[in-house]
């Protein structure tokens, strides 16, 4: 039996998704999550983390539900995922996975997409194993 929880993410909860998240490589600070939480939970986003029994963070996933013209039904997009680096191979980011796909789904999602820096090879070869496919390629820009 795993050796933590997973339970939905709370605003209380930005020191440890702001640790995770840098440690993916996406620097960010507690107080920007709580300026940004309010919003981004409002826009139906929402984040599934895995609780030691210490109360420390050892994972996150991140949810995006988005309404788009051409699907009849809502796609639900996963952001990010982070394990901390002594969790890895356990497991841990398997449960994530099967824990954001059921809320997904459960939101009325008819596809679960994954986006996925180019350089994380690894983590593509994770993705695949768990049956999700390459179907496009994502370009972005950052705006000034």
Do not use: K
Request: glycine share 10%; aromatic share 4%; charged share 20%.
């Amino acid at each position: 039996m795993p050796n933590y929880i997973l339970r939905p993410a709370t605003e209380s909860d930005a020191p440890q998704l702001a640790r995770l998240l840098t440690e993916l490589g996406h620097p960010t600070t507690s107080e920007g999550i709580q300026e940004r939480w309010a919003g981004w939970a409002e826009a139906g986003n929402g984040a599934i983390v895995a609780e030691d029994p210490d109360g420390s963070l050892l994972g996150v996933i991140t949810l995006h539900r988005m309404t788009v013209l051409h699907r009849p039904r809502p796609v639900g997009r996963i952001t990010s995922l982070v394990v901390t680096a002594s969790s890895r191979g356990t497991g841990l980011g398997r449960s994530l996975m099967t824990a954001a796909e059921a809320a997904l789904m459960e939101a009325g999602c008819g596809l679960v997409e994954i986006t996925s820096h180019d350089r994380r090879v690894e983590a593509h070869a994770f993705y695949e194993h768990l049956g999700y496919v390459r179907t496009s390629i994502r370009l972005a820009r950052e705006c000034p």
